[in-house]
């Protein structure tokens, strides 16, 4: 078991961080979290879920949306809060997750500066040589972004953009979020069981257990009676 720090900034995906924290939590991990000041106010808009100001009433919000209180095993901070755990290196974690990273935040942490909790638990993994995962999602990119992204590359950050397959088939909006969920906790290396994982293409008479009929080739001949 270890504890990972789950960051939540104003980029927009801010269904991908819920459900990242209920899969780390219901895989036996504990977690640490926090909104910066742009993501209170998506966290309102996309979830419905409200932190207060300077996300002081985070903890509470998120254990009433998740429907169980984690108790210590779900520590929530306000972005401000700098003298908090997550804060130093010596408070051991298992990975920082960024999710979602705005192009503010990237930019901000490429050159190591840090203005809230969020920022310096990246700042933190990047000292301490610790997995560090940016969800980015901004669309399209500029080469500022590209930029950016590639300098966190090269210091060891793992870029993983919310940027969901299909060859899945998803069939909701949850299986798109769990796609991209299931590849966090495998960059994580935490067991799960979310989302689908690729077993080679089905014969095609077959649905691979989706209920979903096969596709048809769009080049095929029409059938005649």
Avoid at 16 to 40: C, F, H, P
Avoid at 133 to 158: C, D, F, K, Q
Avoid at 195 to 209: I, M, S, V
């Amino acid at each position: 078991m270890s504890r990972y720090f789950v960051g939540i900034t104003g980029g927009s995906g801010h269904p991908y961080a819920l459900a990242l924290i209920r899969a780390l939590l219901e895989n036996g991990q504990d977690v640490d979290t926090s909104v910066t000041e742009a993501g209170i106010k998506v966290l309102r808009h996309e979830v419905g879920i409200d932190p207060g100001a300077d996300g002081a009433n985070l903890g509470p919000a998120l254990t009433a949306r998740l429907g169980k209180d984690w108790g210590e095993r779900l520590r929530a901070f306000p972005t401000k809060a700098i003298e908090a755990p997550p804060s130093s290196g010596t408070a051991l974690t298992g990975g920082v997750i960024v999710c979602p990273c705005s192009m503010g935040t990237l930019a901000r942490v490429s050159v190591g500066f840090s203005s809230n909790l969020v920022e310096r638990a990246v700042d933190v993994a990047l000292k301490e040589r610790r997995t560090l995962v940016l969800v980015t999602r901004e669309a399209p990119y500029s080469p500022i972004h590209l930029e950016n992204m590639l300098r966190m590359a090269r210091l060891g950050a793992v870029i993983l953009p919310a940027s969901p397959g299909f060859y899945h088939r998803p069939r909701s909006l949850e299986d798109l979020v769990d796609h991209v969920v299931g590849k966090i906790l495998d960059t994580l290396r935490v067991p799960h069981a979310v989302g689908a994982r690729w077993k080679g293409l089905p014969p095609p008479d077959e649905d691979a257990g989706t209920g979903v009929p096969p596709p048809r080739d769009p080049l095929a001949p029409e059938e005649r009676a």
